[in-house]
Every structure is written in C-alpha cells, then in structure tokens.
Nanobody, 123 residues
Framework: QVQLVESGGGLVQAGASLRLSCLAS????????MGWFRQPPGKEREFVAA???????YYADSVKGRFTISRDSAKNTMYLQMNSLKPEDTAVYYC?????????????????WGQGTQVTVSS
C-alpha cells in the first residue's frame, strides 16, 4: 500500500521555524517529483514547493527565501524547512508525489497525496 505520511506540524509563534517531513512507503519514489501544498482556513489548496528527482526546486512566491524543500531518496523522505514563519502560513500542509513535475505543481491530477499536518503560526 502506497502511503505518504507527513509529520512535524505544530503551533509556533511568528518568526519561528518548523521542519516538515514526508515519509513515503509502499514503493520507491526515486523517479517521482515530490512537493508540498497547503490549505489555509477557508481557502483553496495552493502550491508551496516542489522538487524533482534530479533536484530541481520550485517555490511559490509567497515562500521564496523562507522555505527550503529537500529530499533524501535513500530514506524515501522529503522535507520542508520553514523559517521566519508568518501567521499567513497557517494551514494544513500536504505532501504530494507525481511522475510529472508539471502535473505535480498544477495540483489537480496528482497521483499521491498525504493526509496533511496542521501548521499554526500565532502573531
């Protein structure tokens, strides 16, 4: 059974840092593009960051310079280091994976999704 399981969410104050992890199991994701999406309260899910299997990274403008995506293919794990967190970063963060990085970044037909982890940033 293929699973993506996020961890590392929590409640922090503005300016703090968090690191999210996404552990993939059930198959190798070495050739997959992997990424993070988030859904703020009352809003639609939005793209945050993605990383391809060669290591090319993509970021939403709202997180550039503050968030860093990385992956450890040997551990089938992806990470999102989030620094200088703002209250507007509050959301449920989802891990995603797809063979196509363009499909992944579009978000509408992604092959695999995690169940989400809550990140809350207080002001």
């Amino acid at each position: 059974q293929v699973q993506l399981v996020e961890s590392g969410g929590g409640l922090v104050q503005a300016g703090a840092s968090l690191r999210l992890s996404c552990l993939a199991s059930g198959r190798s994701f070495r050739d997959y593009a992997m990424g993070w999406f988030r859904q703020p309260p009352g809003k639609e899910r939005e793209f945050v960051a993605a990383i391809t299997w060669p290591g090319t990274t993509y970021y939403a403008d709202s997180v550039k310079g503050r968030f860093t995506i990385s992956r450890d293919s040997a551990k089938n794990t992806m990470y999102l280091q989030m620094n200088s967190l703002k209250p507007e970063d509050t959301a449920v963060y989802y891990c995603a994976a797809d063979l196509s990085s363009s499909t992944l970044r579009d978000g509408s037909r992604v092959e695999y999704w995690g169940q989400g982890t809550q990140v809350t940033v207080s002001s």
